[in-house]
């Protein structure tokens, strides 16, 4: 059995072992190959049976350039990055890593928003540079410091991940208001459900915490920022798409958003020309939400359960219905 890996490199920089997958046969691990559409990618893959990737798209180009294919793994939740669909006219499982990242993930939503609360990185850097020791009084701030006692966060999306977050946002002396297509007994025991629009109205601090679909595409529109309270907090550290760049970019530099913690855009790396990186009040980091080492390392965990099931004809964590 022959197997590839696209870009290993940003689930395994060298701090972990990809011996679990070995066990299944001879394994080839490229750092990365490309993420946009190439030739290069049948190419890596060549006869290859067992295909890994995280963000290296896997089109049905390089799928039809490559018909010894039986099964591909995505070293991750999202599978947006492979035609699913003919996948399945050909008969390959498309296999995922459903739940790997709730803490890591929610953690980072959370240092995103007390980063903002705080900014104690801009803080830490001045007392570096001796802003502290040359101030005239004992303590100093240079942003205003938010309490988030008695405010109300709004979770878009209450999923494993968005739970974890209002549990850790209620602990801080949050109210919990939710918004989520499907409701659930265990939901109401982590959050109000109320309608989307009343989420807008009502929240402090909106967190996105939905896989992306075509339903919830440019969600945080300038017709939905208008629907928010002045001054509200925008998290979003599920998919950029979800969130009309201009449009926030044009609220953060209005005031109308105070402040928006991010860990993904539109399209990653980030562009130059991407109206959020000059907007005020924007943080922004790498996509980096699900980068734990103990993420990465449940990722290779259930990635060799993915093979190992398929090889013992009972596919898991299929989700393309084959």
């Known amino acids: 059995m022959k197997i590839v890996v696209l870009d290993g490199y940003a689930e395994n920089p060298g701090d972990l072992s990809w011996d679990p997958l070995r066990t299944f046969g001879e394994i080839t691990v490229y750092d990365r190959v490309s993420y946009e559409e190439s030739p290069a990618i049948a190419e890596a893959i060549g006869d290859a049976e067992i295909v890994l990737t995280n963000k290296t798209p896997v089109s049905r180009a390089t799928i039809d350039r490559c018909p010894k294919i039986r099964l591909i793994t995505v070293l991750a939740t999202g599978y947006n990055i492979v035609d699913t669909d003919y996948c399945r006219e050909k008969g390959i499982p498309v296999c995922n890593v459903p739940v790997y990242g709730t803490y890591s993930v929610s953690q980072f939503a959370i240092a995103l928003l007390l980063e903002v609360c705080h900014h104690i990185g801009a803080h830490d850097r001045g007392v570096h540079e001796g802003e502290w020791a040359a101030n005239p009084d004992w303590s100093y701030w240079n942003y205003p ?24 946002v209620s602990a801080l ?7 989520n297509p499907h409701q659930s007994e265990e939901g109401r025991q982590f959050a109000e459900y ?6 807008f109205a009502r929240s402090d601090v909106i967190f996105l915490h939905m896989p992306l679909r075509p339903s919830n595409k440019g969600i945080i529109c300038k017709e939905n920022i208008a629907k928010m309270k002045d ?53 922004i980091t ?17 990635t060799a359960d993915n093979i190992r099931a398929f090889l013992e004809g009972t596919p898991v964590n299929v989700v393309n219905g084959v």
Do not use: F
């Open 145 to 168: 410091l938010i309490e988030l006692q008695g405010k109300t966060a709004g979770i878009l999306g209450l999923g494993n991940i968005g739970r974890r977050t209002a549990a850790v």
């Open 173 to 179: 002396g949050m109210d919990v208001i939710a918004y």
């Open 286 to 302: 790498p996509h980096i939400s699900w980068a734990a080492k103990e993420s990465r390392r449940r990722i290779m965990d259930v």
């Open 231 to 283: 001054g509200v907090i925008l998290i979003n550290n599920s998919r950029g798409q979800m969130v009309v760049e201009a449009d926030l970019a044009e609220a953060l530099n209005s005031g109308k958003v105070a402040a928006a913690g991010l860990d993904v855009v539109s399209t990653e790396p980030v562009r130059a020309d991407n109206p959020l990186l000059k907007a005020k009040n924007c943080i």
């Open 194 to 199: 109320v309608s989307q629009d009343e989420l």
